[in-house]
């Protein structure tokens, strides 16, 4: 890509069936269009990613600058080694299957990467870490979002991005339990709640609980997007990082969103 051209962004979508617009219902990869327009409004190009083969997943990273994971339904339990709580939502097996792909492939080959909401959480998950299956307090009206402050850590690439506590809308009730391995978190909700996640080892690497794309604030997508923006040379600048081979476990929601 030629320095000074938009980076090219891709974002994770659902899988629904019968889905409907005008006269139809029909199966559709779709996302909710607050997705897009973050990225544009933030300085980047966008490209949709509907599940797909998992052994896809190098290829298609290769041909981005960076990767968002959104948001969507509850990550299945068995993926982090946990029986399911009667509150978790229902699978998404091929979602899971897809996006725990393209956040190992996106490491492996040091791309940007942002989780938003799930996609924070299958990242903790990616690394080995666990996830809390319900928690009050952050998704109290079904199908609304609230509104809650979180404290940025000193000294985080979250902190550098937003440096003040901010309110954020925000819609779970699942949430970060044991932090994967390599993974700090980068800020809190006033009940204690990890709300992001960052991955000092990687060039940049940063989950949110929260749902900016929901909101007016486009810093933590410019960060991203700045990161994604190759230099003068045509590549960007990546540390040489070491990390530990993720811990593996055997092979959903009010979050659905």
Request: with cysteine.
């Amino acid at each position: 890509m030629t320095h000074g051209a938009r980076p090219l962004i891709g974002v994770s979508t659902y899988l629904e069936s019968a889905a409907r617009w005008g006269v139809w219902a029909l199966d559709a990869a779709l996302l909710p269009a607050g997705y897009p327009r973050l990225v544009q409004r933030a300085g980047g190009l966008v490209a949709m990613l509907p599940p797909d083969a998992p052994e896809h997943a190098a290829a298609t990273v290769a041909r981005l600058d960076g990767l968002v994971i959104a948001g969507g339904p509850d990550v299945e339990p068995v993926r982090y080694g946990a029986e399911p709580d009667p509150r978790t939502g229902p699978p998404a097996p091929e979602r899971d299957a897809w996006e725990l792909a393209l956040i190992e492939a996106a490491l492996a080959a040091d791309l940007p990467l942002l989780g938003i909401c799930r996609g924070m959480q299958l990242l903790n998950v990616a690394l080995g870490g666990t996830l809390a299956q319900h928690i009050d307090g952050h998704a109290e009206v079904v199908g609304a979002f609230g509104r809650h402050p979180v404290t940025p850590v000193p000294g985080t690439r979250y902190a550098t991005a937003v440096p003040e506590e901010t309110s954020v809308p925000a819609y779970h009730h699942q949430a970060v339990d044991r932090l994967g391995t390599g993974l700090v978190p980068s800020a809190h909700a006033t009940d204690g709640t990890v709300e992001a996640v960052e991955l000092p080892s990687a060039a940049w690497v940063l989950g949110v609980q929260w749902h900016p794309e929901m909101d007016e604030d486009v810093r933590v997508m410019r960060a991203l997007v700045t990161a994604a923006q190759p230099s003068p040379a045509g590549l960007r600048t990546r540390p040489h990082a070491s990390r530990e081979p993720r811990a593996t476990t055997a092979p959903s929601s009010p979050s659905r969103v």
